[in-house]
């Protein structure tokens, strides 16, 4: 398994990671849940209408953490806007719960990738383990 393949079956077993994002000079958090991997890329979702989006536009750094059996990941790093319809259509088909609340031609689903991103394992009995993602 490849470093960002580990990083998307961690966070889809967590079920739920908290994505901090930067508002001005506060730190703001929330559960997520979306993770996709496509195209060697790994994609969350949101809405394009949600602070979070904003935020994110201003200032696409973020981190992640999920907890997990003991152990946590935390994905830092920046986070890219992509369009792609195809992208939206496959996040829809993973997750289709999903479907009740975004359309990909609805103008508020967001699809959003890491980019120059580190995920780092960590557990309280074992050293913690970075991989480029
Ligand atoms: C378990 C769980 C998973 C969630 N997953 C997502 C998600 O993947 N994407 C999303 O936009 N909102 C998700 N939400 C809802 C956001 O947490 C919520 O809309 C939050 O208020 C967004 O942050 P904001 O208020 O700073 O914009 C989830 C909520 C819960 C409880």
């Given at each position: 398994m490849?470093?960002?393949?580990?990083?998307?079956?961690?966070?889809?077993?967590?079920?739920?990671?908290y994505l901090a994002t930067m508002d001005k000079d506060m730190p703001r958090v929330?559960?997520?849940?979306?993770?996709?991997?496509?195209?060697?890329?790994?994609?969350?979702?949101?809405g394009?209408?949600?602070d979070v989006?904003?935020?994110?536009?201003?200032?696409?750094?973020?981190?992640?953490c999920a907890f997990k059996d003991g152990k946590w990941?935390?994905?830092a790093g920046e986070l890219v806007n992509d369009d792609n319809r195809d992208v939206k259509v496959a996040m829809l088909?993973?997750?289709p719960t999903l479907k009740a609340?975004?359309?990909?031609?609805d103008g508020n689903?967001?699809?959003?990738?890491?980019?120059?991103?580190?995920a780092t394992f960590s557990s309280f009995t074992e050293e913690s383990e970075s991989v480029e993602i």
């Open positions: 490849t470093g960002i393949e580990r990083v998307c079956k961690f966070l889809a077993e967590a079920q739920t990671y929330r559960p997520f849940g979306t993770v996709l991997l496509h195209e060697g890329k790994l994609y969350i979702q949101t394009k209408s949600k989006s904003k935020q994110i536009a201003i200032n696409p750094k973020v981190e992640l990941v935390r994905v088909e993973a997750m609340m975004y359309d990909p031609d689903m967001q699809m959003l990738y890491f980019k120059n991103a580190t």
